[in-house]
């Protein structure tokens, strides 16, 4: 079948599906489970309302029970399994000791700290000042769109044009990699970059903080254009300069967006991926978790050891994503 006959019927099966399960519940309930009829008619009113919202939301609940909630409980069966002939056998927490074990997950444990110290923080920094600053320029409009559109680029895709940025090439042949090239051009020999331990991390953290800044920059920008200008106005009344207008005036106002953005990236940074399989896969002391997971998944074949580190990445982010969402509804009440 041709794939847009195909998409087009996916479509239609769906779109009907869920019309024709909205209403077929709505009779069930109504005219099989809680007719509104008889002397209990008004009680059967109240209960039929009270069951039809759990109705609408089953399929939803049912979607992520299956996408979500399975895969995390077997996920945390597999990591206390152990594959052999024929099937899998209990280990308890074999493969959690072997992983601790192991030079490779430390260095990527040790990585991915790094990573949530150096790319929330400067990913809302530039975010905060590229929203700042545009706001009082011209072509404001312009510079944000501008910083926005590396947000439009897949992360594979940042991959590969920052990849080509730190490309090298020998020595006598010409640098097409932008840093190479200007430092042949000022006279020094090309340095091959993402070779060079504990510095190449941090050129792989470029290209996701060249990526977020942009995410950050249009949430602060909204959040800044949110401040009472009364306040503004009072502050400089009363003799504040640029700066102390924006760091006593502006950001403790806007504190409660700084944290969510700020948790939202540690979020990204935590579950990073394909930055670093794309431009070192894990080489040269680049190992980062997902990307350990990675290779133990679908490389070396050891489900228990990669259903591990799995599990590993799903406790660093739930303490945050809980923070986050307690933070959420704190703000909305």
Known sequence: MHPALLG????????????????????????????????????????????????????????????LGYPVVETLRLSLMDRVPGGYEFVGLDNYAQMFGEPKFWEALRNNMLWLIVVPAASTAFGLLAAQLTDRISW?????????????????????IWKLVYDTRPIEAEQIGIL????????????????????????????????????????LSAALRGIPEETVEAAIVDGANPFQVFFKIKVPQIMGTIVVVWTTITIVVLKVFDIVFAMTNGQWETQVLANYMFDKLFRANDWGVGSASAMVIMLLVTPILVWNVHNARKEMK
């Not at 409009?141 to 940042?158: C, R």
């Open 8 to 67: 087009l019927m996916t479509i239609v099966i769906g779109v009907g599906g869920c019309v024709g399960y909205f209403w077929a519940s709505n009779l069930f309930v109504d005219k099989v489970l809680y007719p509104p009829t008889g002397p209990n008619a008004g009680r059967n009113i109240n209960r039929a309302n009270m069951i039809r919202p759990w109705l609408f939301l089953f399929p939803a609940i049912f979607a992520l029970s299956l996408y």
């Open 140 to 160: 404001g409009a312009l510079a944000k769109a501008l910083i926005f559109m590396p947000m439009a680029i897949s992360f594979v895709g940042a991959a590969v």
């Open 180 to 219: 190479n090239a200007i430092i042949v051009a000022a006279g020094g020999e090309p340095k091959t970059f993402l070779t060079i331990p504990f510095w190449n991390n941090f050129l792989l953290m470029i290209v996701l903080i060249w990526i977020q800044t942009g995410f950050a920059m249009v949430i």
